[in-house]
């Protein structure tokens, strides 16, 4: 992918470089005079206060109980079947395709969901209610997200009012864009590559940035927090690999020139914030009391227990065995088994101790990565951070924003496919590759010299 030589930053990102550890920030809007054109002018500046005395926590049972019973439910969801094991996927050779391809479809996107009048049309039919105008933009299926709906518009308001009533920037922090599935049915790429459905995301989080300013002139922020280096020690992910997914992402954005809509934060480093306790990481030494907690009680309790093997299954289809699917030799559909079957004994009595080794290593990862989540919500890492800000989400939540997608999957779950025919603004979608691949043939779409592709169009 094309490199610049330095990148340019949002301001959001250059004044949370600039926090002191245990601050704080906020954003805050001014007037000034400026003599010299004889102008007012109204811009953001930001602030930071100390966030207080910070101490590792150790909840009762019954607090991390439901903390956790609410994240499985929030994150995992019900059990939805996958279906037979797919066929081993077919491709067609690759076809080049210039950069120039990328800057056409933002360029589609602003002109396409913006600039051709439909969200003046959505703020029309809203009348003076800035309020209503928002949640119609962030709830228009093809601005934002149809699932916006379930937020309702009396609780639009309760999220909104204080920023407006302030005219403040609106700042919505996004958790996300870890590094790129290693689930060989999702991807076929390496944990540090970004596609185009990443590309897509970015760009469509930059036009609503743009649709909103037509709303609220005070402007409006995207704070992505890449979740990458938290996530990767626990799913077998190379912090090398995280390090250039989040390179590439910067690349991307700066390239495409939206660099000024969309800022990229470490979860990682906002974790380290909270400071340290006796040399080590408060946020760390919480971590590891509530999974200690949580291993006791999965073996006493049956609904945690229950909530737990759900984890477990959610989590061992989004680990990286890559390097054991290799080593132990595993064919397609025995790793279609290991990696979908509750049971030990639902798979071929050959690879039940490799279902059980998977398992194991699943089951140790979902605990840690449970522990962090519920940490994240017992500090209420993001509001404390950041006072002032939005909640956004990829999974639709009361009290939450649910940001734009693109097909059944999460960019970072799945590839970007682009459809046949000239870019437009609804010509990418995200799958993974099993279902993009179940009734066709994929060309993998390379960028000019990528040794991966960039997305795939399907021919059948």
Same mark, same amino acid.
């Given at each position: ?37 004889? #102008? ?100 228009? *299926? ?181 390097? #054991? ?78 940001? *734009? ?56």
């Amino acid at each position: 992918m094309p490199t610049p030589a330095t990148y340019r930053v949002h301001s959001f990102e250059r004044h949370w470089n600039n926090a002191p550890p245990g601050h704080k920030m906020f954003q805050d809007r001014v007037e000034r005079y400026d003599s010299l054109n004889g #102008l007012f002018h109204a811009p953001t500046e930001y602030r930071y206060e100390p966030l207080g005395p910070i101490a590792v926590l150790q909840p009762d049972t019954g607090e991390i109980g439901r903390l956790f019973l609410e994240f499985v439910r929030g994150e995992f969801g019900a059990k939805s079947s996958r279906g037979e094991c797919p066929e081993t996927f077919r491709y067609e050779a690759p076809e080049l395709i210039s950069f120039r391809v990328l800057l056409k479809y933002v360029e589609r996107c602003e002109s396409e969901l913006v600039f051709s009048g439909l969200a003046s049309g959505i703020r029309r039919s809203q009348g003076t209610d800035m309020i209503a105008q928002i949640y119609e933009l962030l709830s228009n *299926p093809l601005l934002g997200n149809k699932d916006n709906r379930r937020i309702g518009l009396a609780e639009a308001r309760a999220l909104f009012e204080p920023l407006i009533s302030e005219q403040k920037r609106i700042f919505f922090v996004v958790p996300g864009f870890p590094f790129k599935d290693q689930n060989p049915f999702r991807t076929n790429v390496p944990a540090s590559h970004v596609d185009i459905g990443e590309i897509a995301l970015l760009t469509r989080l930059h036009v609503l940035t743009i649709a909103l300013y037509q709303v609220h002139p005070f402007g409006v922020d995207w704070v992505v927090v890449s979740d990458g280096t938290t996530y990767a020690p626990i799913l077998r992910i190379s912090s090398e690999d995280v390090s250039e997914y989040q390179r590439q992402l910067r690349a991307y954005r700066d390239l495409l020139n939206i660099y000024g809509s969309v800022a990229l934060l470490d979860l990682r480093q906002l974790c380290l914030h909270l400071g340290d306790a006796n040399g080590e990481s408060i946020f760390d030494q919480s971590s590891r009391f509530v999974e200690g907690q949580l291993l006791t009680m999965v073996q006493q309790s049956e609904a945690i227990k229950d909530a737990f093997r759900v984890l477990v299954r959610g989590i061992k289809w989004n680990m990286n065995y890559r390097d #054991l699917i290799d080593s132990h030799k595993i064919d397609w559909s025995a790793l279609w088994a290991v990696l979908n079957s509750e049971e030990e004994c639902q798979v071929p009595e050959q690879w039940r101790s490799i279902w059980k080794e998977f398992d194991d290593l699943a089951a140790k990862a979902a605990l840690a990565y449970a522990a962090c989540n519920i940490c994240i919500r017992l500090y209420d890492l993001y509001r404390i951070l950041f006072p002032s800000s939005v909640r956004a989400t990829t999974h639709a939540k009361p009290g939450q924003v649910a940001i *734009p997608m693109f097909g059944s999957a999460a960019p970072w779950n799945g590839v970007g496919i682009i459809g046949r025919g000239d870019i437009s603004a609804n010509a990418i979608t995200v799958e993974p590759l099993y279902r993009a691949s179940r009734h066709s043939i994929l060309r993998p779409k390379l960028l000019g010299s990528g040794q991966h592709p960039i997305g795939y169009e399907p021919l059948t």
